[in-house]
């Protein structure tokens, strides 16, 4: 009796051991083809948390090819028909002092641009010739456009730069110099980047 309930136990177990040893390979083996952790979600949030919201704020609309820290990216900082009321003469956009990236005024350009979205990508039209200046200590940047920057269309200004070194959320501030007599500038919105 007790060398049939052996035989009966030993098969047994060692089925379940050829199942345990199967599971422990399977999972070898699916933690070598998991896919890569996803590169840039590319878009800002669609929601989004503000400590002191204050009607005075404005979100705009930017795309930006990487979220990924001291990766390189492409940031489209755009400025839609519906974000400004007059044509931009001069455009100051301020920059975060925590933002450590270095910007360089021959990577950046003014463009005419394409929106994309599900079956596109957001992409230049045409570069609009302007003159771009970036303050020392990188905190600003002044865009003179050769010919004012007109309402109907959605323009943006490219920068290509390496992503900062540490995470965070950055505010960027856009303030326009309407034409005409008075050169005053008033805020058009703020740009939330979000690096992860």
């Given at each position: 009796?007790?060398?049939?309930?052996?035989?009966?136990?030993?098969?047994?177990?060692?089925?379940?051991?050829?199942?345990?040893?199967?599971?422990?390979?399977?999972?070898?083996?699916?933690?070598?083809?998991?896919?890569?952790?996803?590169?840039?979600?590319?878009?800002?949030?669609?929601?989004?948390?503000?400590?002191?919201?204050?009607?005075?704020?404005?979100?705009?609309?930017?795309?930006?090819?990487?979220?990924?820290?001291?990766?390189?990216?492409?940031?489209?900082?755009?400025?839609?028909?519906?974000?400004?009321?007059?044509?931009?003469?001069?455009?100051?956009?301020?920059?975060?002092?925590?933002?450590?990236?270095?910007?360089?005024?021959?990577?950046?350009?003014?463009?005419?641009?394409?929106?994309?979205?599900?079956?596109?990508?957001?992409?230049?039209?045409?570069?609009?010739?302007?003159?771009?200046?970036?303050?020392?200590?990188?905190?600003?940047?002044?865009?003179?456009?050769?010919?004012?920057?007109?309402?109907?269309?959605t323009y943006a200004v490219v920068m290509k730069i390496f992503?900062?070194?540490?995470?965070?959320?950055?505010?960027?501030?856009?303030?326009?110099?309407?034409?005409?007599?008075?050169?005053?500038?008033?805020?058009?919105?703020?740009?939330?980047?979000?690096?992860?």
């Amino acid at each position: 009796m007790v060398n049939q309930l052996f035989r009966f136990c030993i098969p047994g177990t060692l089925a379940l051991g050829g199942l345990t040893a199967g599971l422990i390979g399977s999972s070898v083996m699916l933690e070598s083809i998991t896919p890569p952790k996803a590169r840039a979600q590319a878009t800002p949030a669609l929601l989004e948390f503000r400590w002191e919201n204050s009607k005075d704020y404005k979100k705009l609309y930017y795309w930006q090819s990487s979220t990924i820290r001291r990766d390189r990216a492409t940031y489209y900082l755009m400025l839609k028909p519906k974000d400004r009321k007059t044509a931009i003469l001069k455009l100051s956009i301020s920059v975060p002092d925590y933002f450590d990236a270095k910007i360089k005024p021959n990577n950046l350009s003014l463009c005419l641009v394409h929106l994309g979205g599900m079956l596109s990508r957001t992409r230049c039209k045409e570069e609009v010739p302007a003159i771009f200046e970036v303050s020392e200590d990188q905190t600003s940047i002044e865009v003179f456009p050769d010919t004012p920057i007109p309402t109907e269309d959605t323009y943006a200004v490219v920068m290509k730069i390496f992503n900062p070194d540490q995470r965070g959320m950055f505010q960027f501030n856009a303030l326009a110099q309407a034409p005409g007599d008075v050169p005053m500038g008033g805020y058009l919105g703020s740009w939330l980047i979000d690096i992860n």
